[in-house]
């Protein structure tokens, strides 16, 4: 899998197909390894979430379309240019908070093109990095896999609450997401 992914990105093609089409090829390799059909994981798999995760994308392509990705990207450059020390920290701040209200995948993609659309320099982009990748452990609807992981607690019995999500979220991660982003923005400054 991480092979095809690579290569896949390495000769810019785009990832979903050759990714499932590695992940099918994977599964019957290991039906023919066992010498079974292994059918019943089919089962575990969260088929609820893959309409949201298609809605997911269907937000981003609209928000390409009627031209919110370049006032974010006209955002990042007038931070860049009026603020630069802040531009990171602030940057990475709203990306985190963003991701806990629309999930990290969307927040993610919106920053990406915004991003490449503002041409912005590598500390924003670290600190939107961080922001994508630390910031949706504040909430159980800011990360696809934090979905994915109480989907599967909940099957096996196991209830995590939003509320105590949220009290653990905010101990862990909000010193953690500010100790990266001032990370980044002391590398900036070296």
């Given at each position: 899998m991480a092979v095809v992914m690579l290569a896949a990105s390495a000769f810019d093609v785009p990832l979903g197909l050759p990714t499932f089409g590695a992940g099918l090829a994977l599964f019957v390799f290991v039906c023919l390894l066992k010498r079974q059909f292994l059918g019943h994981h089919l089962t575990e798999i969260s088929w609820a979430v893959l309409p949201l995760v298609g809605g997911l994308f269907v937000l981003v392509e609209g928000l390409q379309h009627t031209g919110v990705i370049n006032h974010l990207a006209n955002a990042v450059q007038t931070a860049a240019k009026t603020i630069p020390a802040h531009a990171g920290w602030i940057s990475g701040a709203v990306?985190?908070?963003?991701?806990?209200?629309?999930?990290?995948?969307p927040a993610g993609l919106i920053a990406g093109?915004?991003?490449?659309?503002?041409h912005a320099s590598t500390p924003i982009a670290s600190a939107i990095l961080v922001g994508v990748d630390l910031g949706p452990n504040f909430s159980v609807t800011?990360?696809?896999?934090?979905?994915?992981?109480?989907?599967?607690?909940?099957r096996d019995g196991i209830e995590v609450s939003a509320w105590s999500f949220l009290k653990l979220g905010v101990v862990v991660t909000l010193p953690a997401l500010a100790v990266a982003l001032a990370a980044v923005a002391l590398s900036a400054n070296l």
């Open positions: 990306v985190a908070v963003a991701c806990n209200l629309i999930n990290n995948l093109s915004a991003l490449t659309a503002a800011g990360s696809l896999a934090t979905i994915l992981w109480l989907t599967a607690l909940r």
